[in-house]
């Protein structure tokens, strides 16, 4: 067992399996909030250590998605990493400049994106970075309680893709 794994049994037994001991309904603002909280604490996390591989979060994210549907449009990059389609437009062109990317024309004035061999580096650089923070963050929830967690986040974006 390793000194990470040790501290992890230890932080277990100390605070146990959560508890949800409430009267009445949970407060949704505060819920929110700590879904926020989460999301917050890994991009400050990952930020920072990706940072010493030379990239940022906004590029791995970018590498990742390319990396998962070589050829994508810009729009379809967009979408996948959560940004309008100027801003990743412009972080693209940021990584083509760093010889991260490759823009070539498709189909009319489609413009496909493809991973350079540097970019691919990057990548398995960040992600060994991501495994890594993650791997910490997540290290008080046991393989069941990430299952479930996951399973809840699931199905609440199933439910939003409906809202107005």
Do not use: C
Not at 103 to 110: E, V
Request: hydrophobic share 40%; proline share 3%; no cysteine.
């Amino acid at each position: 067992m390793t000194v990470e794994q040790g501290n992890v049994e230890r932080e277990r037994e100390r605070v146990g399996r959560v508890r949800v001991d409430r009267e009445g309904p949970v407060d949704l603002e505060v819920l929110g909030r700590a879904v926020k909280e989460a999301q917050y604490r890994h991009h400050r996390a990952l930020d920072t250590r990706l940072a010493k591989v030379g990239t940022t979060l906004a590029q791995w994210d970018a590498l990742r998605a390319i990396a998962r549907s070589p050829g994508a449009s810009a729009h379809e990059l967009a979408l996948a990493t959560f940004q309008g389609d100027q801003s990743f437009g412009t972080l693209a062109s940021r990584l083509a400049a760093q010889h991260l990317v490759e823009r070539r024309p498709g189909r009319g004035r489609r413009i496909e994106h493809h991973l350079t061999e540097a970019g691919e580096r990057i990548l398995e650089a960040g992600g060994e970075v991501a495994r890594e923070v993650l791997g910490a963050s997540f290290a008080p929830l046991d393989e069941e309680e990430r299952a479930t967690l996951l399973a809840l986040l699931r199905r609440m974006g199933v439910r939003a893709d409906a809202l107005p």
